[in-house]
């Protein structure tokens, strides 16, 4: 426990140190975040609540929580939070059907032992809540994503407010695919190093290539990087378009401001 406060202290400093009030304001919704999360697992485990919704909703509040309370309320987070949630609706119908179709849902049989001790009749769709976990490990890079596009844009637009929202629109599409090869390989070394003991322990199980890659879990990690990518992709075209819509409309209005 020591060591954990030492760490979160040293934390603390260094993000107050180097991103100031905004640093203290990210550190602050760490544990705003974790809250949210803590709340929405203890309502999933209600058998009449829909995790879908649960997740809709908590997403909402997260998005909030990293782009008002850090970044404050203003043009580049409101249409970074607008993109976010539309991302989040399409992503996750979508991954609705292919958690479903996969088939990774509930537990594989390398996890029997450590559960055979627990009921298993809980009273949870463990399809809804694949798709919810799925969601859940991407909003953060989603929002990153979001925020990355719509901040440039808007500095694009204030130097040059004469700019054509097609042109504003390409500004966006040209940050976002730099910002999308290093994202979606952040999402794949932040999965798989958390699984690295589990790619040890295959390996003391004597599995074969063959039953690695269809071994639930590692079917479920993979479909989790698959449609974590998914999502940074599609946010940056609904990012750049909604933001280069939103920031002509405000100067044909006569109100631009920052």
Not at 152 to 168: A, G, Q, T, V
Not at 170 to 184: M, P, Y
Request: charged share 15%.
């Amino acid at each position: 426990m020591t060591v954990l406060v030492w760490l979160a202290a040293i934390l603390f400093i260094l993000m107050i140190l180097i991103g100031g009030k905004k640093g203290a304001r990210s550190f602050i919704s760490l544990f705003l975040n974790f809250g949210v999360l803590l709340l929405t697992i203890l309502f999933m485990t209600d058998p009449n609540a829909d995790p879908i919704i649960l997740t809709l909703i908590a997403c909402a509040v997260i998005s909030c929580i990293n782009l008002f309370y850090i970044n404050e309320v203003n043009s580049k987070t409101t249409t970074a939070f607008i993109s976010t949630i539309i991302t989040i609706i399409i992503l996750l119908s979508f991954i609705v059907i292919v958690t479903e179709n996969a088939m990774i849902q509930g537990f594989g049989e390398e996890e029997i032992e450590e559960l055979s001790i627990f009921s298993l009749y809980i009273g949870v769709d463990f399809v809804k809540i694949g798709a919810s976990v799925i969601i859940m490990s991407t909003i953060g890079a989603i929002t990153d994503v979001a925020i990355s596009i719509t901040s440039p844009m808007r500095e694009i637009f204030y130097h040059n407010p004469l700019i054509s929202r097609k042109d504003l629109f390409a500004s966006g599409l040209s940050i976002g695919k730099d910002i999308l090869g290093t994202n979606t390989n952040t999402l794949f070394f932040a999965f798989f190093g958390g699984y690295m003991g589990l790619l040890l322990w295959f390996k003391d199980l004597s599995y074969s290539v063959g039953e690695i890659v269809n071994s639930k879990v590692f079917s479920a990690e993979m479909i989790t990087i698959l449609c974590a990518g998914m999502g940074i992709a599609l946010i940056i075209p609904i990012a750049s378009w909604i933001n280069a819509y939103f920031l002509v409309k405000t100067r044909e209005k006569g109100k631009i401001s920052k």
